[in-house]
């Protein structure tokens, strides 16, 4: 998410900023500005929409200095506004920061620091950040390092800050916590990036700070120190990739990069939701009095892949909460005449926070008295300007068209909304909500642990990228994965697939089973494991070859595969957020067999805004 430049040397600061936060624009492109320092102030510039509108505003400016950060967002605090662009500023305006991540406790923050006296100018978590170093420069008389240094102890959350100040021109402080941040030199200059495009075209030999460190970046030189102060060894690598494959970040298309960003989409996106007693806090969601407590029915709407996060809400919002759900496609929702009033929270879902159809399902929700909530992974994007509520998955930016990380995310944003839920209705005992969190914790390690199938997965795909039709099939939240695992195959591979109810085959889509079709079973869930089998034996009797999700094994399973997608276990409710991991790749694989491009399928586009 979002792309930072830092540049210090003996030329114009402005013209290596803008180039790399070009090459860097697909991390965020709600927003861009740059900050320069130009003799004792910092001339700071912000323009919200792409990198173009900041480059139309500075092309009749007149920015001169050879000390300057830059930033692309992609908003996760505050909306995608000038004022919300970085580079955020101090009281004093002689601070100027970026930052990617999330600060977890800029409210805290942000309320001590009025209390003393700053005054704020954004919604961003990222001002409180300035603000913070300011005030440690006043009370310790120190330099902007030592400020820093002090400051990451303070700070909770994700973060890459890059901050310059007027009395220490020459020089960038940096400081890294998950957040990716890389910094190299080259003939009189220091940079830094969140991304290696934009060293590129200057630089080849790369210092990658790790977790935990503070960096100081000058004209020819990079030193780090850890988060205590002691200075610590650098050192670089040299990188061989091309810019496209920079931007890929080595991976040979976007889908893939996204496929393997899911750990880390997961991790982001329940940041800051569970807290060390084992409650789940929603700190950002605010309900109308009296809301929770009225709620009789939720009902989910939304379209295509969002739609299929919808179907696995709707099992675990009813198990744990026991509030009945009504599932709907945000294009038949307004149009059949639906019942809905105050006690009715609707849930419109949009990876995109655009899509037509489920704008005009929640606004005709609102309408009709109904609590909106949304859930989306675009800060500023309509929908939560329609919504009364918003739950954000911090995926970052998805450019493959075919949903991945967004879809892994609403899951587990999905969940923590029905936990919640469960919470504040006291519908869930405490030791079952514990021990849910702690599985839900677990999920970025074990989705990397299927990720690691992709040997097994591209073998599948070989052999069956010829197949004409793939019937996917699955029972209970299995029915989701196989529905989604389809619409994947569909999309992006033009074979038919389709997502089927185990149960419902014999009464009617049996009869497309003749040898060899390929039928993808879901067998993970515990539940319904037996009834599985079952229907697998059905196809295979008919002469389909099997392709199987199992858990990791499972002999059963192994037996009635002719392929195998092993899976580590879960609780049965979060298996779609694993079993769907080998699906994506299968797709992926399938594509890539047929030379077709995954990122870019024909007839479709990321956000659909006609109905
Ligand atoms: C499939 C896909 C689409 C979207 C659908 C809804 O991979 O991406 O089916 O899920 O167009 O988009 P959002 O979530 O933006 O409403």
Not at 96 to 124: K, P, Q, W
Not at 213 to 237: C, N, W, Y
Not at 398 to 408: M, R
Request: with cysteine.
């Amino acid at each position: 998410m979002c792309g930072i430049v830092g540049y210090v040397g003996s030329g114009q600061a402005l013209p290596v900023l803008l180039d790399g936060m070009a090459r860097l624009e697909y991390r965020g492109y709600d927003s861009a500005g740059v900050a320069v320092i130009s003799g004792d102030a910092v001339t700071v510039v912000r323009k919200a929409g792409h990198l173009e509108e900041l480059t139309k505003e500075l092309a009749v400016m007149e920015v001169l200095g050879s000390t300057g950060i830059g930033h692309t967002r992609w908003a996760t605090h505050g909306a995608p506004t000038d004022g919300n662009a970085h580079p955020h500023r101090d009281c004093s305006g002689k601070i100027a920061v970026v930052h990617n991540g999330i600060i977890e406790n800029h409210d805290v923050l942000r309320a001590r620091l009025i209390r003393e006296g700053h005054s704020f100018s954004s919604d961003t978590d990222t001002e409180v950040v300035a603000h913070l170093i300011e005030s440690i420069i006043e009370e310790e008389s120190c330099s902007l390092i030592s400020a820093v240094t002090k400051a990451v102890h303070v700070l909770e959350g994700a973060f890459a800050l890059v901050c310059i100040r007027t009395e220490e021109p020459g020089c960038i402080i940096v400081a890294r916590q998950v957040s990716p941040l890389i910094a190299g030199t080259a003939e009189g200059m220091g940079l830094v990036a969140s991304g290696i495009p934009a060293l590129l075209a200057y630089t080849r030999d790369i210092v990658s700070l790790e977790d935990n460190q503070i960096g100081e970046i000058r004209a020819g030189s990079v030193r780090l120190f850890d988060f205590e102060g002691d200075e610590i060894p650098v050192s670089t690598v040299r990188v061989e990739w091309n810019l496209e494959a920079a931007e890929k970040g080595g991976y040979e298309d976007f889908m893939l990069k996204e496929i393997f960003e899911q750990p880390q989409a997961l991790r982001d996106t329940m940041r800051g939701h569970f807290d060390r007693q084992g409650r789940v806090k929603l700190d950002d969601v605010h309900w109308k009095p009296g809301v929770l407590e009225r709620i009789d029915k939720i009902v989910v709407v939304a379209c295509g892949t969002s739609y299929h996060s919808g179907m696995m809400a709707k099992h675990s919002i009813e198990h744990w909460t026991r509030i009945p759900v009504e599932l709907d496609l945000a294009s038949e929702f307004r149009y059949r005449d639906p019942v809905l009033d105050d006690r009715s929270l609707v849930i419109g879902i949009a990876q995109s926070g655009e899509t037509a159809d489920t704008l005009a399902a929640i606004r005709f929700a609102k309408e009709m008295g109904a609590t909106v909530i949304a859930v989306t992974n675009v800060v500023g994007s309509s929908i939560t300007r329609h919504a009364d509520a918003v739950i954000f998955t911090h995926a970052g930016p998805e450019i493959g068209v075919a949903a991945t990380k967004t879809f892994l995310a609403q899951l587990v944003a999905l969940n923590t909304l029905a936990l919640y839920l469960a919470q504040e209705r006291g519908s869930m005992s405490r030791d079952k909500m514990t021990e849910t969190i702690d599985a839900m914790n677990a999920l970025p390690e074990q989705v990397k642990e299927v990720l690691a199938i992709q040997g097994d997965v591209r073998r599948a795909a070989k052999r069956y990228a010829g197949a004409a039709d793939v019937l996917f099939i699955g029972r209970g939240v299995g029915m989701t994965v196989a529905m989604e695992g389809a619409l994947k195959l569909k999309e992006i591979t033009y074979i038919h697939a389709e997502g089927y109810a185990a149960g419902e085959l014999k009464h009617g889509a049996i009869a497309l089973i003749e040898p060899g079709v390929p039928v993808v079973a879901i067998v993970t869930g515990q539940k319904l494991y037996d009834k599985m089998l079952a229907n697998v034996e059905e196809v295979r009797a008919r002469g389909a070859d099997t392709i199987m999700v199992a858990p990791r094994g499972d002999e059963r399973a192994r037996a009635l595969a002719n392929e195998l997608f092993e899976v580590p276990s879960t609780k049965p409710l979060l298996t779609p957020v694993l079993d769907t991991v080998a699906l994506q790749l299968f797709a992926y694989f399938v594509a890539k067999e047929k030379g077709l491009s995954p990122d870019k399928p024909r007839n479709l586009a990321k956000s659909v805004t006609v109905e």
